[in-house]
């Protein structure tokens, strides 16, 4: 199969056209559909909170269990936040649905029904035991894989399993909250740790995936390094849409990052205060290590706020790499990779800009606009009010998106790809070296031997 990047659709033989640039494309391609969409969210919460007219707040489920049962979170406001969040994204993903050429007439009632698994999954995880120790994704992926590996998926739902269009609106409306000031609170300390670190490990693991343990599958090589070492699922999708990765890839590296997640999530915690490490140190190393930006902020929390604090810091300065590195993997995959398989090919600016994951611009979009434009002009606690609000609608997106996944996928299929245990020694492989390298990135920069401690508030 070609992919034919004037219409984003795929051809047949897996190469990569350069097609001159059309208008159309920003408004019939997945990419740039997920950009609209995610600016439309965005602007809609920018508007809501810094004029007061009107609450655009996504629904969020109150934790239930322990005392408080399932049916007391339930009100009349809740209700209506539930409504507006499946009509918000529902008419949106609809729209753009139709802009592709997919049938309102099937895509509606597939979404509801999705949409409905995904209201399931935000209630399962709001638990309380559950929701300590679990993120939602994981139950998103576990509901969708039970469906599409006992029952089977029902062709009326098929429509709406769109891992990719979800998640990459998602991806840009989380860039709002990427902001660049983090880079500021933290300074060379974050820089050290999290942008020499990362790019250290996906050419570490690059190399010993294709070259020790000779994996052939090398999308799916560089696309389990960058889950590995920026932010799991995020930094899979946006690696995965740069290397043209299959779904099949995509889904084995979603499904071994969530289970390792959890278990560093617990255990990390555990270990850190075991050793005595402290919180700004253990907090910082969990941060540059933990996959998902959630179980970072759930993890960082067991160690105080200090540990919290340095762990988000540390993994928000990570995720500012995902645009930096889907870039530097379109090009290195366009110019070289493909390159060697295809040596007749002429590789042009044009083609590395044909696979550049358009929505990553989107990404960066948002997060400049709110970190040069927004932020100086409406302040600190304005902007933190609006991710407020989008954090939600970027949640119901992963949602949506993580549930598509396991829609999506096949345990027979999973097996194949694991190519005799080979994709599973690469993370187990990689992460090791990440824990080691971050440690010492750490120690050196935040044990007080070498420099200054910095001065975060908690």
């Not at 159309?24 to 809609?44: N, R």
Request: aromatic share 12%; net charge positive; proline share 3%.
């Amino acid at each position: 199969m070609s992919y034919t990047a004037a219409t984003g659709v795929s051809a047949p033989n897996d190469i990569v056209t350069t097609e001159k640039f059309k208008s159309s494309e920003l408004f019939h391609t997945e990419d740039w559909l997920a950009v609209w969409i995610g600016f439309i969210v965005i602007i809609a919460a920018s508007v809501g909170v810094l004029t007061g007219a009107f609450d655009f707040s996504a629904a969020k489920f109150d934790t239930w269990g322990n005392g408080v049962s399932l049916v007391s979170i339930w009100s009349a406001g809740l209700v209506f936040r539930l409504i507006l969040t499946a009509v918000v994204l529902g008419v949106l993903f609809t729209v753009g649905n139709v802009l592709r050429g997919t049938s309102a007439k099937t895509y509606v009632p597939a979404y509801a029904g999705i949409f409905a698994l995904a209201v399931i999954v935000r209630l399962i995880s709001a638990e309380y035991t559950l929701n300590r120790y679990l993120e939602w994704a994981f139950f998103a992926l576990a509901v969708g894989l039970v469906i599409a590996n006992t029952i089977g998926v029902p062709d009326w739902l098929k429509p709406a399993v769109q891992t990719e269009f979800y998640i990459k609106a998602g991806l840009v409306i989380m860039g709002f909250s990427v902001l660049f000031s983090n880079i500021v609170n933290f300074g060379l300390y974050g820089l050290g740790i999290a942008w020499l670190v990362t790019p250290t490990v996906i050419i570490f693991m690059w190399f010993f995936g294709t070259k020790v343990l000779k994996i052939d599958n090398k999308p799916l090589v560089i696309t389990l390094a960058t889950a590995t070492s920026v932010c799991g699922t995020s930094a899979a999708i946006a690696t995965g849409a740069a290397s043209k990765a299959k779904k099949t890839d995509l889904s084995l590296a979603v499904s071994i990052s969530i289970i390792f997640t959890v278990l560093m999530m617990v255990l990390e915690p555990i270990i850190i205060k075991a050793i005595g490490l402290g919180g700004l140190m253990g907090g910082a190393l969990i941060g540059g290590t933990v996959d998902s930006t959630g179980a970072v902020t759930v993890a960082g929390t067991a160690l105080g706020q200090l540990g919290q604090t340095s762990a988000v810091l540390v993994k928000s300065i990570q995720n500012i790499l995902i645009g930096f590195i889907a870039f530097a993997v379109a090009v290195f995959f366009t110019a070289h990779v493909e390159k060697g398989d295809q040596k007749e090919r002429k590789i042009t600016a044009a083609e590395i800009w044909y696979r550049l994951p358009k929505f990553i611009l989107g990404f960066f979009a948002a997060s400049l606009i709110a970190s040069f434009i927004v932020q100086p002009l409406a302040g600190q606690e304005k902007v933190a009010a609006i991710n407020s609000v989008l954090d939600q609608y970027k949640n119901w997106a992963f949602v949506l998106a993580f549930t598509s996944i396991g829609l999506d996928t096949n345990f027979r299929e999973i097996k194949e790809q694991m190519q005799g245990g080979k994709p599973l020694t690469l993370y187990v492989i990689g992460q090791i070296f990440n824990i080691v390298l971050t440690f010492i990135a750490v120690w050196v920069l935040l044990s007080g031997h070498f420099f200054p401690l910095p001065n975060i508030a908690a």
